[in-house]
C-alpha cells in the first residue's frame, strides 16, 4: 500500500531515490533538505540543492530547518502526520524524537554494506581501501552512526577503473530501487530487519585534505585506488616539476603499467609515472583552475622531453632532535656552523639540489631539540624512510638524528602550520661540578624553592605585552604574546620547567627562567615578577637564563 512519507536528503546522490518513490505512488507530503548556499559565476546566487530542485518541480514542499532540534522543528515535523521518512544523504543528525515522530519509524538509504564504512564518506573510503565490493543498505535509524537494524542490501562489485563519480552513479539509481521495495514491504507489513553484526565495524572517516597529496612511493595499486576514491572531489594532486615553475595536476583516472623506475618518475610519451611497486599510467587530470582533460591532450602542450625531464616533487617534513652546543644557533650563517647548514649539506648530498630547509623555531646557539620540525621541497622522490636514512648518514659526524620523514601537503609549513610549540628549561640544584651533563643543564648552586617559582609562573600565563622578557634584537612585530603554560616541578636536584605557547619572542624563555630562579632563590617574589612583566622594559628582567638547559621538545600542528 501508498505510505504517506517525508523525505529528507541534499545532493544528486537521494535525487533518484525520491523521483522512483513517487513514480510508484507514495504521497510524498514534504522534503526536507539543507538550506541553498551562495553559487553561482561570482558567489553572490544562492544555490538551491539538487534535491530541493526536483521537489519544487514535482510541487512538494521543501523546508530548510537550521536544526532539528528544538521544540518548534519537532512539532512542525510531526504536523505532516507521516507514516515513515526515507533519508537519503540529509547531512544533518536527527535527534531521538524526530526519528520516533513518524509511525513506522525513519529509514535510511547507506551507500555501503554495513557494519564496513560507517560515516561520512562510505564511497570514497571502499576504494581507496582496495575495496572489492560495495552496495546499498536499507536501515531503519536509531541514534548511533549509522549502526540501525538492516532491512534489504544490494551488492555491486568495484573495479580498478571505477572512481568515486562512476560508484555513485551505479549505486544511486540501485539504491533508489532498494528504497521503493523496502517502502513497499513496510507498507505490507513485511518489512524484516536485522541487527548489524559486531564484527567488521569500519568508519568511513570525512576526507581531509591533508589526505588527497600522492604517495608515490606507495605501491601502484594503492596509488591507483588513491586517486580514483578522491576522484573526481577533492581530487588526488601532485606537482610536475621540470624547469619552470611547478605545475600542481589533478589526477582523475589511471590505469596499472607494466613498468618500473624511481617513485615520481615520468617515464614514457604515455604518462607513466613510477611508484613504489609498478607505475601507473594518468588518463585524465585537471590543471589548477582548469577543467578536466585527457593525458594525451596535456601532453600536447608539454613536450616529451619535458616531461621526462620532470619529476612529480614532494614536500618533507623532518621531526629533528640535536645537540645545540657546537652550533651557532638553528638559522643558517656565512662564518658559523648551524643546525639548518649542516641539514641543507646533507639534502644536498643526497639529491645534488641546493634547498632551503625551513624549521619550525629558530633556536639560539647552544639551545637543544628533542622534538624540532622542518620541512624542503626537492624534486627526486625517496620513500620516506630512505630519505630519513640518507640524511642521517650525511649529516654524521654532527650531533642531528632526523627522527622522522614523511611527505606531506605543499601547504605545509614547518613554522607558519604549527599551532604550539612546547619547549623544556632543565636546571641541576646542586653544589657539586657538572660532569655528565656540561652543556645540557644550568647548574644553580644556590637552593630553589621550586612551589614558589611554580606559583609565580601562572602570573605570566595568558596574553601580554612580554617586552621585558624580549631580546633587545627580538625582530617580531609585536610584543604580546599568549603563554599557555608554564610549570616548574622538582624531582631530586632537577628542576624543570615546562612551557607552550603559539609562538615565543626571542629569548623569552630564558629570560622568563632567570626571572623565575631569583623567584626560587627567595631575592623576588611573586608580585615582583608580575611587576617586571608591567613594566613593560627590558631593563626590569632578571638575569637570562643560559642557552645549555633548553631544549625545543615538541611541535604541533
Known amino acids: 500500500m ?6 529528507m536528503g ?11 518513490l513517487v513514480a510508484h505512488g507514495h504521497e510524498v507530503v514534504a522534503v526536507y533538505t539543507r538550506a ?11 544555490q538551491p540543492t539538487p534535491v530541493e530542485q526536483e521537489a519544487r518541480r514535482l510541487g512538494i514542499p521543501v523546508l530548510t530547518p537550521k536544526t532539528l532540534k528544538t521544540p518548534e522543528a519537532l512539532e512542525e515535523f510531526r504536523t505532516h502526520d507521516a507514516d515513515a521518512a526515507v533519508v537519503v544523504a540529509y547531512g544533518m543528525i536527527l535527534p531521538q524524537a524526530i526519528l520516533d515522530a513518524p509511525r513506522l519509524g525513519c529509514f535510511n538509504l547507506h551507500a555501503s554494506l554495513l557494519p564496513r564504512w560507517r560515516g561520512a564518506a562510505p564511497i570514497n573510503r571502499a576504494i581507496m581501501a582496495g575495496d572489492a565490493e560495495s552496495g546499498v543498505m536499507v536501515m531503519k535509524m536509531d541514534v548511533g552512526l549509522d549502526t540501525g537494524d538492516v532491512a534489504m542490501a544490494e551488492r555491486l562489485p568495484i573495479s580498478d577503473s571505477m572512481t568515486a563519480s562512476d560508484l555513485h552513479d551505479a549505486l544511486a539509481p540501485l539504491g533508489a530501487d532498494l528504497m521503493v521495495r523496502a517502502m513497499a514491504a513496510l507498507g505490507r507489513g513485511g518489512l524484516q530487519l536485522t541487527k548489524q553484526s559486531a564484527d567488521g565495524v569500519t568508519y568511513a572517516a570525512k576526507i581531509e585534505k591533508a589526505e588527497a597529496r600522492i604517495d608515490w612511493t606507495q605501491p601502484a595499486h594503492a596509488v591507483l585506488r588513491h586517486i580514483h576514491g578522491l576522484s573526481p572531489f577533492p581530487g588526488a594532486w601532485c606537482e610536475l616539476t621540470g624547469e619552470g615553475e611547478p605545475v600542481r595536476l589533478k589526477i582523475l583516472r589511471c590505469e596499472l603499467a607494466k613498468r618500473s623506475g624511481v617513485p615520481g618518475d615520468v617515464l614514457d610519451d604515455n604518462f607513466a609515472i613510477a611508484c613504489g611497486d609498478g607505475a601507473i599510467r594518468i588518463l585524465e587530470l585537471q590543471r589548477a583552475g582548469k577543467a578536466p582533460m585527457k593525458a594525451a591532450d596535456f601532453l600536447r602542450g608539454t613536450p616529451f622531453e619535458a616531461a621526462c625531464a620532470a619529476r612529480l616533487m614532494p614536500r618533507y ?7 645545540g652546543t657546537p652550533f651557532s644557533g638553528w638559522q643558517i650563517q656565512d662564518t658559523a656552523p648551524t643546525v639548518q647548514g649542516a641539514l641543507e649539506a646533507a639534502v644536498k648530498a643526497i639529491c645534488g639540489e641546493d634547498v632551503r630547509v625551513h624549521g619550525a623555531g629558530r633556536t639560539d646557539a647552544g639551545v637543544h631539540a628533542r622534538g624540532q620540525v622542518a620541512h624542503c621541497d626537492i624534486a627526486k622522490h625517496f620513500p620516506p624512510g630512505r630519505f630519513r636514512d640518507g640524511l642521517n648518514a650525511h649529516l654524521r659526524p654532527n650531533p642531528i638524528g632526523v627522527l622522522a ?12 602550520s604549527a599551532t604550539r610549540r612546547h619547549y623544556l628549561y632543565r636546571i641541576t640544584n646542586t653544589r657539586a661540578n657538572l660532569a655528565l651533563d656540561i652543556g645540557r643543564v644550568w647548574r644553580v648552586p644556590r637552593a630553589l624553592d621550586a612551589d614558589a617559582m611554580h606559583d609565580a609562573a601562572q602570573r605570566l600565563l595568558g596574553k601580554h605585552d612580554f617586552t621585558t622578557f624580549r631580546d633587545t634584537e627580538c625582530q617580531a612585530r609585536s610584543p604580546e604574546k599568549t603563554l599557555d603554560q608554564l610549570d616548574v616541578t622538582r624531582e631530586g636536584d ?9 609562538s615565543f619572542l626571542h629569548s623569552q624563555v630564558r629570560s622568563m627562567v632567570g626571572s623565575l630562579v631569583w623567584v626560587g632563590e627567595g631575592r623576588w617574589s611573586a608580585d615582583d615578577l608580575a611587576a617586571a612583566l608591567a613594566a613593560r622594559n627590558r631593563a626590569a628582567c632578571g638575569p637570562v637564563a643560559p642557552p645549555d638547559g633548553l631544549y625545543l621538545m615538541r611541535v604541533d600542528y
Open 10 to 20: 541534499t545532493p544528486d546522490f537521494a535525487v533518484p531515490t525520491l523521483l522512483e
Open 36 to 46: 541553498p548556499k551562495p553559487g553561482g559565476r561570482r558567489g553572490l546566487q544562492l
Open 317 to 323: 617534513k623532518l621531526t629533528i632532535e640535536y645537540d
Open 405 to 416: 620523514a614523511d611527505v606531506v601537503p605543499d601547504d605545509f609549513e614547518a613554522r607558519f
Open 494 to 502: 632537577a628542576v624543570n620547567i615546562v612551557t607552550s605557547a603559539r
Open 2 to 7: 501508498p505510505l504517506r512519507l517525508i523525505f
